[in-house]
C-alpha cells in the first residue's frame, strides 16, 4: 500500500517562490502517477497538476500553468511541485495524491486518486 507525506509548505511573500515535495513508501514510486491538489479556506478542492508513471507527461491547471511546475525523481521516491510568482490566491493546503492507470503516460489534472497525503499548508502573504 502506497504511503504519501508532504513536505515544504510555509510563509512566503507574494512573487517569491516555494517547492514542496511529496515522499512515497511502501510501494515503488514509479508505478503511479501522482498529482497534486489544493485545498483553500471555505472552497473545494482542486486539481493544480499531475506527471504520468512514467514521467513523460504533465498537465497543469490553467490557474497555475507557466508558474507551477511538476517533477519526479523516482530513485528517490518523490515528486516535487516547483512554484514560483506566487500570489495570495495560492495560499492553501497542498496534497498529493497516487494512483495507478493502464497506461504509463496517463495522468489527469483533478482526476480520482486512490492514495493521499496528509497535506502541507503553503501560505503566501507580506
Known amino acids: 500500500q502506497l504511503q504519501l507525506v508532504e513536505s515544504g509548505g510555509g510563509l512566503v511573500q507574494p512573487g517569491g517562490s516555494l517547492r514542496v515535495s511529496c515522499v512515497g513508501s511502501?510501494?515503488?514510486?514509479?508505478?503511479?502517477?501522482i498529482g497534486w491538489f489544493r485545498q483553500a479556506p471555505g472552497k473545494e478542492r482542486e486539481g493544480v497538476s499531475c506527471i504520468s508513471s512514467s514521467g513523460g507527461r504533465t498537465n497543469y491547471a490553467g490557474a497555475v500553468k507557466g508558474r507551477f511546475t511538476i517533477s519526479r525523481d523516482n530513485a528517490k521516491n518523490t515528486v516535487y511541485l516547483q512554484m514560483n510568482s506566487l500570489k495570495p490566491e495560492d495560499t492553501a493546503v497542498y496534497y498529493c495524491?497516487?494512483?495507478?492507470?493502464?497506461?504509463?503516460?496517463?495522468?489527469?489534472?483533478?482526476?480520482?486518486?486512490?492514495?493521499w497525503g496528509k497535506g502541507t499548508l503553503v501560505t503566501v502573504s507580506s
Open positions: 495524491a497516487g494512483r495507478t492507470y493502464y497506461s504509463r503516460s496517463t495522468c489527469i489534472v483533478g482526476g480520482d486518486m486512490n492514495y
Open positions: 511502501g510501494s515503488t514510486l514509479d508505478n503511479y502517477a
